[in-house]
């Protein structure tokens, strides 16, 4: 029968040879701040939005790759292909590292080493 500690140290040793490698920070900040520039007088990231947005949504795996699409792109976008997802809104006057940090926040939080750390 497994202890408590032994339990403890053969997760926390789990997690450290599983370590996520995420998308950068300085890569999403980079995506943000481009999707930034396109956004258009009529865009609308939600439907209830008053101001112009982009609904912008990535998709990850844990080790690095990533890709990402604006809008509905009826199950077609780059980011489907990834078990990983980040859904924000990017508007105007976002900051693109706030929101970059958002989108790896939502990435963390959706890993689980068990499927996602092979």
């Known amino acids: 029968m497994l202890s408590c500690d032994k339990w403890s140290m053969d997760?926390?040793?789990?997690?450290?040879?599983?370590?996520?490698?995420?998308?950068?920070?300085?890569?999403?900040?980079?995506?943000?701040?481009?999707?930034?520039?396109?956004?258009?007088?009529?865009?609308?990231?939600?439907?209830?939005?008053?101001?112009?947005?982009?609904?912008?949504?990535?998709?990850?795996?844990?080790k690095g790759n990533w890709s990402y699409q604006t809008g509905d792109n009826s199950f077609t976008g780059g980011a489907y292909g990834f078990r990983l997802w980040a859904v924000v809104g990017v508007y105007r006057r976002s900051n693109a590292s706030q929101v970059a940090r958002e989108i790896i926040n939502q990435f963390a939080e959706a890993y689980d080493p068990e499927v996602d750390g092979r």
């Open 11 to 62: 997760t926390q040793a789990h997690k450290r040879a599983h370590k996520p490698q995420f998308p950068t920070l300085a890569s999403m900040r980079s995506l943000v701040m481009s999707v930034k520039r396109s956004i258009s007088d009529e865009f609308r990231a939600y439907d209830d939005d008053e101001i112009p947005g982009v609904l912008l949504t990535v998709g990850a795996d844990a």
